[in-house]
């Protein structure tokens, strides 16, 4: 089916009649397919738990008796040939969304670029929400038959491992990780010769070699720098995401953007659409331009032509969190490229300007406002926020009028589901449940689910989470990591029946994880009430460089460690996808307090939502539009011109408020069979309206709807 297989190695001693496994352990496809994950889980449960669901390498420690056991198991070669069957299925793509709408594409005609993506713990190539989000729409890609490609980076190192000292304090570490043990392969030209390409940047010249990763029907493409032909420095340069410093960060962007697009040519796929995650990969934009002035265009017809072809998605709601290089950078590293564009210095370094921040540097979404025409945010209120904070750009033209438009992040439903919720929806909704994801009439039936056993599935997911806490600490005190004094605050004295409330994310300051903790004696007595125990459980990293989100994670981190809280709170270390999805199935409540409105969106609430996790959050982001009033807990924010310390004081108020007189009455409210049947009608409604609405199905058919087919329409043909 494509040559690139023959690159896959075959471990040894995988038996004949089971040699495909190593093919399936190369497609990301067995990650969200649950007979594919159960098909290598049944290999050795006990390996598949230590590797944390990682096939290539359990297909390469598994006992060779094994494998020559269950050559001759029947059942197990059935389910093998079941399993390999529905992936070749899949793969075949016949019936696809994408292809009876649009017709079945030969070639992928859109290329998706994104600094990092969230595809699964063995490819540690993402830092949080913005990743996982890419991931998660290459995905869906697949799954809708969208003809897709993916661009990003293959960071040797990956983004770093958290560790938390006995003092309570953030450890970055970086191992290189092993691309032996991850589905990482290097792609082919289409002579058959490994991908290579070469960026001339300023004094350095890069060289890079290109690996692919396959997600489901569609491929992503990595860039890595760390090649023989590259000196030291340069061979560094993608060693780490966001690792470096700003002028690390703009080779980076340079090689994403302008190396991406020569990639792409050395693959030979030519996509009609360019789409930007986020600014990083903004300079995709010049090398375009700089193609078509080089064919004969004069500039500005080539950068109309690059505008009406490029989408632009914006994440960040405040103009600080933008990319803005100074411009000796990028004297340094452009000089001699402007000219290529058609453009003097002056007219190229406005590109990276609004009219209002003129010589202030060059500014990465400046620079893709400037070249995209179709940009939107990834909220409705993030929409509305952009449109005010870019109303600068286009002089004279009404808020509303502003062309930035929005499209509502979702998740990746096969992804984010648990197993027994997704076995429970099977059987109450439908087989084919996450095939229909967006589809509200079908949802109506999570009413039909029996409380008994909507509540028997939910508890089961919040056991399964403790065990994950314990068997993580007992590992981390057993290897000598941890001393036995921490191993109360990973969480070991929590009790699967008390109400359990969840906090996951970047430990970035206006996500303001801290928040709970503003009032202690009251929040201890939420704790510590031996009617109506609640408990916390904290992960996430703050990034390196960001001192005052390492403070907040030594403050949570000496809660735990305090024993006036009775073990009712805890930090897991290393928050990764994989302790995520423990998380967003398995604890009850999943609280989010963004200092309005710098939540762009959010996704880690609608992933627990799926798994009948109730949210209770700052009406912000897609809680904004997701909430009903009956779905889950908001807390309606101040206005954002008000004093912070009083918005803070207003928030914590809001929050003690609903856990005393709503969230914890409700959850212990209880039928003489144990039932907290008032909880479940708002799990139930919570399911309803937010998992056809939030997922990725949604999203990316929006995405197809309103952005790919409006950017294609113009392209000449030849492209
Ligand atoms: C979903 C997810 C995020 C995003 O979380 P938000 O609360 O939306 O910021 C970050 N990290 C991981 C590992 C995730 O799975």
New binding site residues.
């Given amino acids: 089916m494509n040559t690139v297989d023959n690159a896959n190695p075959i471990p040894k001693h995988l038996p004949q009649n089971l040699i495909r496994l190593a093919e399936l352990s190369q497609n990301l496809w067995w990650s969200w397919t649950l007979e594919a994950r159960q098909l290598f889980e049944q290999i050795d449960p006990t390996l598949w738990y230590f590797t944390h669901h990682n096939p290539v390498r359990l297909l390469q420690e598994v006992k060779p008796e094994r494998l020559q056991e269950l050559a001759h198991d029947p059942v197990f070669v059935r389910f093998y040939s079941a399993v390999m069957k529905r992936f070749d299925e899949y793969r075949l793509g016949n019936g696809t969304w994408y292809g009876k709408t649009y017709g079945h594409p030969k070639s992928p005609s859109i290329a998706y670029f994104s600094a990092e993506f969230?595809l699964h713990t063995s490819i540690p190539i993402?830092?949080?929400?913005?990743?996982?989000?890419a991931g998660d729409h290459c995905k869906e890609a697949s799954d809708l038959g969208v003809p897709l490609v993916g661009i990003g980076f293959m960071y040797p190192q990956g983004y770093f491992r958290q560790r938390i000292t006995p003092e309570g304090w953030q450890e970055a570490a970086y191992a290189p990780f092993n691309r032996e043990e991850s589905p990482i392969r290097p792609a082919l030209t289409p002579s058959g010769t490994p991908c290579k390409i070469t960026v001339v940047m300023g004094h350095r010249t890069v060289a890079a070699q290109v690996w692919r990763v396959e997600v489901g029907r569609i491929v992503l493409y990595l860039i890595d720098t760390d090649v023989p032909e590259n000196n030291p420095e340069n061979r560094a340069l993608s060693a780490r995401l966001y690792g470096g410093d700003q002028e690390i960060r703009l080779c980076q962007e340079i090689l994403l953007g302008i190396g991406g697009v020569r990639m792409l040519r050395e693959l030979g796929i030519n996509p009609t659409v360019f789409h930007a995650n986020e600014g990083h990969s903004a300079f995709l934009t010049l090398e375009r331009i700089r193609e078509f002035v080089q064919k004969g265009s004069t500039h500005a017809e080539a950068s109309e032509l690059v505008r009406q072809s490029t989408v632009f998605t914006t994440h960040t709601p405040v103009p600080a969190g933008h990319d803005v290089f100074p411009y000796y950078l990028m004297d340094r590293y452009f000089t001699g490229y402007w000219e290529q564009l058609g453009l003097s210095r002056e007219e190229f370094l406005r590109l990276g300007e609004t009219p209002e921040s003129r010589g202030q540097g060059f500014n990465m979404t400046a620079l893709a406002m400037n070249l995209a025409a179709h940009v939107n945010g990834v909220s409705r209120e993030h929409g509305r926020v952009s449109r005010e904070m870019w109303q600068h750009h286009w002089p004279g033209l009404a808020t509303d009028l502003i062309p930035i438009k929005s499209v509502t992040?979702g998740?990746h439903a096969p992804t984010?589901i648990g197993p027994d919720m997704s076995q429970l929806y099977g059987k109450f909704i439908g087989p084919d449940w996450a095939e229909r994801c967006d589809e509200q009439t079908q949802w109506q039936r999570v009413s039909d689910i029996p409380d008994s056993q909507l509540w028997a599935v939910r508890q089961h997911m919040k056991r399964r989470l403790m065990g994950f806490i314990r068997e993580r600490a007992r590992t981390g005190w057993i290897n000598g990591h941890l001393q036995s004094s921490q191993v109360i605050a990973r969480g070991t004295l929590l009790d699967p029946e008390a109400l359990t409330i969840g906090f996951?994310?970047?430990f970035a300051t206006y996500?303001r994880a801290t928040l709970l903790f503003s009032d202690l004696e009251r929040l201890k007595r939420l704790l510590q009430n031996h009617w109506r125990p609640v408990q916390l459980v904290f992960a996430?990293k703050a990034h390196p460089a960001d001192e005052p989100g390492r403070y907040f994670i030594h403050e949570v981190v000496n809660f735990c460690n305090d024993h006036k809280l009775g073990g009712h709170v805890a930090f897991l270390e290393d928050?990764?996808?994989h302790?995520?999805?423990f998380l967003?199935q398995g604890v009850d409540v999943w609280l989010?307090t963004p200092r309005f409105p710098l939540?762009a969106?959010?996704?880690?609430?609608?992933?627990a939502a799926l798994n009948g996790v109730i949210n209770c959050s700052v009406l912000d982001?897609?809680w904004k539009e997701g909430y009903n009033g009956a779905n889950g807990w908001g807390i309606d924010p101040l206005p954002p011109s008000t004093d912070q310390h009083e918005q803070d004081v207003h928030d914590a108020e809001e929050l003690y408020r609903l856990l005393e007189q709503e969230i914890v009455p409700l959850y212990y409210q209880r039928d003489l069979d144990g039932t907290p049947r008032g909880w479940l009608q708002m799990v139930k409604e919570c399911i309803r309206t937010i998992a056809p609405q939030f997922c990725t199905k949604r999203m990316v058919k929006d995405y197809v709807e309103t952005m790919y087919s409006k950017a294609a329409v113009r392209t000449p043909s030849s492209w």
Avoid: P
Avoid at 126 to 133: A, E, N, T, V
Avoid at 601 to 606: A, D, E, L, P, Y
């Fill in positions: 969230g993402y830092s949080g929400g913005l990743g996982i989000l992040n998740i984010w996951a994310r970047r996500k996430g928050y990764d996808m302790m995520a999805k967003v989010n939540e969106s959010g996704t880690s609430g609608m992933k982001g897609w």
